[in-house]
């Protein structure tokens, strides 16, 4: 089956620095990478959607200019949390849409990278 | 605009059935799925359903659609300890890279 990585599962940092996390699905290739955050007990929220070669397009409310999205590969994605602040604190999940086949129907999600920013 | 709810806690004894509800709004939606969450881990997809289906079975898993009240209902039968977690119902009409929309997920609790 598909699989999408991201590393780090997990990360502490101090307020202030930036924070760099990788989405990368495995053995399919994926022109769309959506971002999504996921506040305690609270559902996923959209930040981004992110196409290979091309600028991310943000939902209403996301900072771009504060949550950076690179998609550079059909395989990788980027999110960089710039100038992080404790509020940025919470759990960052990105999934990968197939290009085509089988699995046109179908988003696989990354494990989920935890962020925590002291 | 898109909206997907659910109940937000559901609490059965192992054995028994469990049934998770959830309603959207949009008519537009062409794929409907569930998701299930273990503490601290991404998303598992368990199944999806095309909209012009009413039904769909998996082994232990029942997915009923009503399209024209627009429910979506997740039997789990002979629910086990192991299925305690979030589920997620989640919809996305048919445009080319279009997100999923989430409910807010019904935390699920079986008891021995």
């Known amino acids: 089956g598909a699989v999408v990585s991201q590393h780090p599962s997990r990360v502490i940092c101090k307020s202030g620095t930036s924070v760099k996390i990788e989405c990368r699905s495995l053995?399919?290739?994926?022109?769309?990478m959506f971002w999504y955050r996921q506040f305690p007990k609270k559902s996923l929220m959209l930040m981004a959607t992110?196409?290979?070669?091309?600028?991310?397009?943000?939902e209403q409310g996301v900072e771009k200019d504060k949550f950076l999205i690179n998609h550079a590969s059909l395989t990788l994605s980027t999110l960089t949390v710039t100038s992080a602040h404790p509020e940025d604190s919470s759990f960052y999940i990105c999934?990968?849409?197939?290009?085509?086949?089988?699995?046109?129907?179908?988003?696989?999600f990354g494990p989920g990278t935890r962020l925590t920013v002291l | 605009g898109e909206d997907v709810e659910q109940s937000l806690f559901l609490s059965v004894r192992e054995g028994d059935s469990s049934v998770i509800n959830c309603t959207y709004t949009d008519s537009s939606s062409t794929y409907l799925y569930w998701y299930k969450q273990e503490p601290g881990a991404g998303l598992q997809l368990l199944t999806y359903i095309f909209s012009n289906m009413d039904m769909k079975q998996d082994q232990r898993l029942t997915v009923l659609l009503n399209k024209k009240d627009k429910h979506l209902s997740l039997r789990i039968a002979d629910t086990q300890t192991g299925d305690s977690a979030i589920y997620f119902c989640?919809?996305?009409?048919?445009?080319?890279?279009?997100?999923?929309?989430f409910g807010k997920g019904t935390t699920l609790s079986v008891s021995s």
């Open positions: 992110s196409n290979e070669g091309s600028k991310a397009t943000y």
């Open positions: 999934s990968a849409r197939a290009s085509g086949g089988r699995s046109y129907n179908e988003q696989f």
């Open positions: 989640a919809e996305r009409n048919n445009q080319a890279g279009t997100a999923l929309i």
């Open positions: 053995d399919f290739q994926a022109t769309t």
